[in-house]
């Protein structure tokens, strides 16, 4: 099933199905709390004292880093 009009199409299929739509109970939560909800652990908590909360200090996803720039790129020495 291609993916556009996916809505419509989807809906289609559960009429002719004659079934009610099934929407999942995690759809629209962030990651976060899906994990702590499939996990049953607070993701925040230290992993070394199991008191202290842990905070972030920034988004990931808007680091860019170009090719051979990262953590895993090699040396200059070895270059």
Not at 2 to 19: G, H, I, R, Y
Not at 22 to 50: N, R, S
Not at 57 to 65: D, E, T, Y
Request: hydrophobic fraction near 40%; charge should be positive.
């Amino acid at each position: 099933m291609a993916q556009c009009n996916m809505a419509t199409k989807l809906a289609q299929c559960f009429e002719l199905l004659e079934k009610a739509a099934y929407y999942p109970q995690l759809q629209g939560l962030p990651a976060i709390e899906v994990l702590q909800m499939v996990t049953g652990k607070d993701p925040f908590v230290c992993p070394h004292c199991k008191k202290g909360r842990m905070q972030a200090l920034g988004l990931w996803m808007n680091k860019h880093v170009e090719p051979g720039q990262g953590r895993n790129a090699l040396p200059r020495s070895l270059k």
